[in-house]
């Protein structure tokens, strides 16, 4: 997990040809057994996406903004059903490298309009494809800020494909609001941790498909090697089933997002 690497303008930076899954808001989580990681409830917006969790607190003048979850760093993830009081998921995260914070921490995330069951069981199908059937690295590889601007993100980024992934379709009518308009960024930078896809972008051509997902051994499947659905998703969106139509980003005229301690400088003035 890497703490304030995943917001920008107000919203979520997303990598390259991510996609959201789910999208809940007034959601709080809470942290403990590390030092390092703050006390207290925070609330804010929780998305689940192809690639990880990311939650962004709505309280964008605190010191801690957004936290990322990538799959790979989950472990000892439960839905826990208590006789009282509301549903919850819990887990542990270990940090990533160069993430602003170091070691493992239990998490707890409380969904205020509730939904936890249904997020948590999308959450552990998406862990689940995500990582396949290949070995789970020992230690995560360390966030590197994107070296290049951010836009807003193309459309396909907002929402899965309609027929969902390997006949899997996340359970968007519990979640049926999507994120604002205007609040969904990207960047340029691959994910550096394997999704739904592996570490594609775009490619309809899984939304059909009845394989397992491609075992987590931190290569490009096949479909996306080579085609028009691979140069096109360096670039722009390139749907197969309608080839003539594709999306082009805007041009790349805004900042790279602030560091961590770029947001704490702003916190001290």
């Not at 409380?110 to 990582?131: D, N, R």
């Not at 070995?135 to 309609?162: E, I, L």
């Not at 009845?210 to 722009?236: C, H, I, L, R, Y």
């Amino acid at each position: 997990m890497s703490m304030n690497t995943a917001h920008q303008g107000g919203g979520i930076l997303l990598y390259s040809g991510e996609c959201i899954l789910l999208y809940a808001d007034n959601v709080n989580v809470e942290f403990n057994s590390n030092p390092e990681l703050p006390n207290g409830t925070k609330t804010g917006t929780l998305y689940l996406t192809t690639h990880r969790m990311v939650f962004i607190n709505k309280n964008h003048t605190d010191k801690v903004i957004s936290f990322s979850f990538p799959f790979i760093t989950l472990r000892d993830v439960d839905i826990e059903q208590p006789v009282f009081g509301a549903n919850y998921i819990k887990g542990k995260v270990r940090s990533q490298p160069n993430g602003n914070w170091n070691g493992e921490a239990k998490f707890k995330l409380m969904f205020k309009k509730g939904g936890a069951i249904e997020f948590g069981q999308a959450m552990l199908k998406t862990v689940h494809m995500a990582t396949g059937n290949g070995p789970v690295p020992d230690v995560p590889p360390p966030y590197s800020p994107p070296t290049g601007p951010w836009y807003q993100a193309p459309p396909p980024a907002y929402t899965p494909p309609a027929a969902g992934y390997y006949g899997w379709v996340p359970p968007t009518h519990a979640f049926p609001e999507p994120p604002p308009a205007s609040s969904v960024y990207m960047t340029d930078m691959p994910p550096p941790y394997p999704g739904i896809n592996g570490y594609s972008g775009y490619n309809t051509s899984y939304a059909n498909a009845t394989a397992p997902p491609p075992p987590m051994g931190f290569s490009v499947p096949p479909e996306s090697q080579n085609g028009k659905a691979s140069d096109a998703a360096q670039s722009a969106y390139y749907d197969p089933n309608r080839p003539q139509c594709a999306y082009v980003p805007p041009p790349s005229y805004y900042e790279p997002p602030p560091s961590y301690q770029m947001n704490g400088d702003k916190k001290t003035q």
